[in-house]
Protein backbone atom coordinates (compact mmCIF):
# COMPACT_ATOMS: atom_id res chain seq x y z
CA UNK A 1 0.00 0.00 0.00
CA UNK A 2 2.65 2.12 0.54
CA UNK A 3 4.06 2.12 -2.60
CA UNK A 4 0.53 2.71 -4.22
CA UNK A 5 0.63 5.99 -1.86
CA UNK A 6 3.93 6.97 -3.47
CA UNK A 7 3.09 6.48 -7.03
CA UNK A 8 -0.07 8.42 -6.33
CA UNK A 9 1.67 11.22 -4.61
CA UNK A 10 4.06 10.87 -7.56
CA UNK A 11 1.19 11.48 -10.27
CA UNK A 12 -0.29 14.58 -8.17
CA UNK A 13 3.49 15.81 -7.91
CA UNK A 14 4.32 15.67 -11.63
CA UNK A 15 0.50 16.76 -12.52
CA UNK A 16 0.93 19.96 -9.99
CA UNK A 17 4.67 20.69 -11.11
CA UNK A 18 3.69 20.95 -14.56
CA UNK A 19 0.77 23.20 -14.17
CA UNK A 20 2.94 25.33 -11.83
CA UNK A 21 6.05 25.63 -13.94
CA UNK A 22 3.80 26.56 -16.89
CA UNK A 23 1.99 29.08 -14.91
CA UNK A 24 5.31 30.71 -13.53
CA UNK A 25 7.00 30.64 -17.06
CA UNK A 26 3.61 31.42 -18.99
CA UNK A 27 1.95 33.29 -16.67
CA UNK A 28 -1.56 31.88 -17.99
CA UNK A 29 -4.45 30.32 -16.75
CA UNK A 30 -5.68 26.68 -17.18
CA UNK A 31 -9.25 27.13 -16.64
CA UNK A 32 -9.65 24.34 -19.35
CA UNK A 33 -6.41 22.85 -18.60
CA UNK A 34 -6.90 19.04 -18.92
CA UNK A 35 -4.01 18.64 -16.50
CA UNK A 36 -5.83 20.66 -13.84
CA UNK A 37 -8.93 19.13 -14.50
CA UNK A 38 -7.12 15.27 -13.77
CA UNK A 39 -5.26 16.14 -10.90
CA UNK A 40 -8.68 17.49 -9.27
CA UNK A 41 -10.78 14.55 -10.17
CA UNK A 42 -7.86 11.79 -8.96
CA UNK A 43 -7.98 14.00 -5.80
CA UNK A 44 -11.42 12.09 -4.84
CA UNK A 45 -9.25 8.65 -3.94
CA UNK A 46 -7.90 10.07 -1.34
CA UNK A 47 -11.59 10.02 0.33
CA UNK A 48 -11.58 6.36 -0.69
CA UNK A 49 -8.03 6.03 0.97
CA UNK A 50 -8.82 7.31 4.01
CA UNK A 51 -12.14 5.14 4.06
CA UNK A 52 -10.08 2.05 3.80
CA UNK A 53 -7.67 2.90 6.09
CA UNK A 54 -4.48 3.49 4.34
CA UNK A 55 -3.99 7.21 4.49
CA UNK A 56 -4.84 7.82 8.20
CA UNK A 57 -5.27 11.53 7.43
CA UNK A 58 -9.13 13.19 8.84
CA UNK A 59 -12.12 12.48 6.70
CA UNK A 60 -14.40 15.34 7.41
CA UNK A 61 -11.53 18.07 6.62
CA UNK A 62 -10.19 16.27 3.70
CA UNK A 63 -13.59 15.77 2.19
CA UNK A 64 -14.43 19.46 2.64
CA UNK A 65 -11.13 20.63 0.39
CA UNK A 66 -11.83 17.90 -2.22
CA UNK A 67 -15.29 19.06 -2.72
CA UNK A 68 -14.62 22.84 -2.79
CA UNK A 69 -11.92 22.61 -5.36
CA UNK A 70 -14.26 20.61 -7.33
CA UNK A 71 -17.78 22.53 -7.10
CA UNK A 72 -15.16 25.97 -7.85
CA UNK A 73 -13.56 24.23 -10.79
CA UNK A 74 -16.38 22.14 -12.63
CA UNK A 75 -18.90 24.25 -11.64
CA UNK A 76 -18.52 27.97 -11.32
CA UNK A 77 -15.06 27.94 -13.65
CA UNK A 78 -15.62 25.32 -16.29
CA UNK A 79 -18.92 26.08 -16.81
CA UNK A 80 -18.43 29.54 -17.49
CA UNK A 81 -15.73 30.20 -20.35
CA UNK A 82 -16.20 34.02 -19.46
CA UNK A 83 -15.07 33.73 -16.30
CA UNK A 84 -11.56 31.34 -17.00
CA UNK A 85 -9.82 34.07 -17.94
CA UNK A 86 -10.21 36.27 -14.90
CA UNK A 87 -7.04 37.02 -12.80
CA UNK A 88 -8.54 35.26 -9.62
CA UNK A 89 -8.69 32.18 -11.41
CA UNK A 90 -4.96 32.73 -12.00
CA UNK A 91 -4.23 33.45 -8.59
CA UNK A 92 -6.44 30.56 -7.20
CA UNK A 93 -4.58 27.93 -9.27
CA UNK A 94 -1.32 29.13 -8.52
CA UNK A 95 -2.37 29.33 -4.67
CA UNK A 96 -3.56 25.66 -5.17
CA UNK A 97 -0.31 24.32 -7.05
CA UNK A 98 2.03 25.66 -4.76
CA UNK A 99 0.02 23.76 -1.74
CA UNK A 100 0.34 21.12 -3.95
CA UNK A 101 3.82 20.57 -4.62
CA UNK A 102 4.59 20.71 -1.26
CA UNK A 103 2.10 18.48 0.18
CA UNK A 104 2.99 15.55 -2.74
CA UNK A 105 6.38 16.30 -2.22
CA UNK A 106 6.17 15.68 1.61
CA UNK A 107 4.42 12.71 0.94
CA UNK A 108 5.72 10.96 -0.69
CA UNK A 109 9.45 11.15 0.88
CA UNK A 110 7.52 10.63 3.89
CA UNK A 111 6.10 7.16 2.43
CA UNK A 112 9.92 6.50 2.36
CA UNK A 113 10.37 7.24 6.14
CA UNK A 114 12.18 10.35 5.11
CA UNK A 115 11.63 13.81 7.26
CA UNK A 116 13.31 16.94 6.01
CA UNK A 117 12.80 19.46 8.88
CA UNK A 118 12.59 22.03 6.84
CA UNK A 119 10.13 20.73 4.50
CA UNK A 120 7.84 19.24 7.39
CA UNK A 121 7.44 22.58 8.75
CA UNK A 122 6.93 24.28 5.14
CA UNK A 123 4.02 21.71 4.82
CA UNK A 124 2.35 22.55 8.05
CA UNK A 125 3.22 25.79 8.09
CA UNK A 126 2.32 27.38 4.07
CA UNK A 127 -1.25 25.73 4.56
CA UNK A 128 -2.09 27.66 7.14
CA UNK A 129 -1.70 31.49 5.69
CA UNK A 130 -1.99 30.40 1.93
CA UNK A 131 -5.40 28.42 2.70
CA UNK A 132 -7.56 31.27 3.69
CA UNK A 133 -6.09 33.24 0.83
CA UNK A 134 -7.32 30.51 -1.29
CA UNK A 135 -10.90 30.71 -0.05
CA UNK A 136 -10.92 34.45 -0.51
CA UNK A 137 -9.91 33.30 -4.02
CA UNK A 138 -12.92 31.06 -4.24
CA UNK A 139 -15.79 33.65 -2.96
CA UNK A 140 -13.76 36.49 -5.35
CA UNK A 141 -14.52 33.72 -8.65
CA UNK A 142 -18.15 32.70 -7.24
CA UNK A 143 -18.89 36.64 -7.16
CA UNK A 144 -17.27 36.92 -10.56
CA UNK A 145 -19.41 34.64 -12.13
CA UNK A 146 -23.04 35.52 -10.60
CA UNK A 147 -23.47 37.97 -13.42
CA UNK A 148 -22.89 34.95 -16.09
CA UNK A 149 -25.05 32.48 -14.61
CA UNK A 150 -27.98 35.08 -14.12
CA UNK A 151 -27.56 36.09 -17.96
CA UNK A 152 -27.29 32.66 -18.98
CA UNK A 153 -29.67 30.60 -16.95
CA UNK A 154 -26.63 28.01 -16.25
CA UNK A 155 -27.99 25.54 -13.74
CA UNK A 156 -31.30 26.91 -13.11
CA UNK A 157 -34.39 24.92 -13.57
CA UNK A 158 -37.86 25.93 -13.53
CA UNK A 159 -40.10 23.12 -13.77
CA UNK A 160 -43.42 23.37 -15.62
CA UNK A 161 -47.51 23.67 -14.62
CA UNK A 162 -48.47 21.60 -12.80
CA UNK A 163 -45.38 22.06 -10.60
CA UNK A 164 -44.06 25.56 -8.81
CA UNK A 165 -40.93 25.06 -8.04
CA UNK A 166 -37.62 26.04 -9.76
CA UNK A 167 -34.07 26.44 -8.37
CA UNK A 168 -32.37 29.70 -9.31
CA UNK A 169 -28.47 28.80 -9.41
CA UNK A 170 -27.14 32.08 -8.43
CA UNK A 171 -28.97 31.70 -5.23
CA UNK A 172 -27.27 28.34 -4.18
CA UNK A 173 -23.84 29.92 -5.15
CA UNK A 174 -24.71 33.18 -2.59
CA UNK A 175 -25.79 30.32 0.02
CA UNK A 176 -22.78 28.70 -0.81
CA UNK A 177 -20.57 31.42 0.09
CA UNK A 178 -21.83 31.22 3.31
CA UNK A 179 -21.28 26.96 3.71
CA UNK A 180 -17.32 27.66 2.26
CA UNK A 181 -16.31 30.46 4.63
CA UNK A 182 -18.11 28.40 7.61
CA UNK A 183 -15.95 25.45 6.27
CA UNK A 184 -12.95 27.54 6.62
CA UNK A 185 -12.97 28.03 10.22
CA UNK A 186 -12.95 24.61 10.76
CA UNK A 187 -10.55 23.60 8.10
CA UNK A 188 -8.00 25.87 9.28
CA UNK A 189 -8.59 24.80 12.83
CA UNK A 190 -7.47 21.71 11.85
CA UNK A 191 -4.61 22.98 9.87
CA UNK A 192 -3.49 23.74 13.62
CA UNK A 193 -3.85 20.29 14.84
CA UNK A 194 -1.92 19.32 12.39
CA UNK A 195 1.23 21.83 12.50
CA UNK A 196 0.80 21.09 16.51
CA UNK A 197 0.72 17.24 16.28
CA UNK A 198 3.93 16.86 13.34
CA UNK A 199 5.90 20.30 14.85
CA UNK A 200 5.72 19.84 18.66
CA UNK A 201 9.07 19.58 20.29
CA UNK A 202 8.54 15.53 20.86
CA UNK A 203 7.80 14.94 17.33
CA UNK A 204 10.79 17.09 16.05
CA UNK A 205 13.25 15.07 18.24
CA UNK A 206 11.90 11.99 17.00
CA UNK A 207 12.18 12.87 13.53
CA UNK A 208 15.53 14.05 13.89
CA UNK A 209 16.64 10.75 15.33
Not at 55 to 71: C, V
Not at 111 to 132: D, E, H, K, V
Not at 150 to 157: K, M, R
Request: glycine share 6%.
Amino acid sequence: MNMYLFVYDLMQFCGHSWIFTNMIIRFMTFGKGLVMRLCQLLSVLEILHILIGIDKSRLLPRFLQITERIIILFVVINSQEEVQGKYVVCVLFFLWNLLDVVRYTYNMLARMGIYYLPLTWLNFSLCIPLYPLSVLAKGFAICVSLPYFESFGTYSIKLPFPFTFSIYFPYVLKMYLIVLFAGMCFIIQNLFSERMAHLGTGNIKNKRS
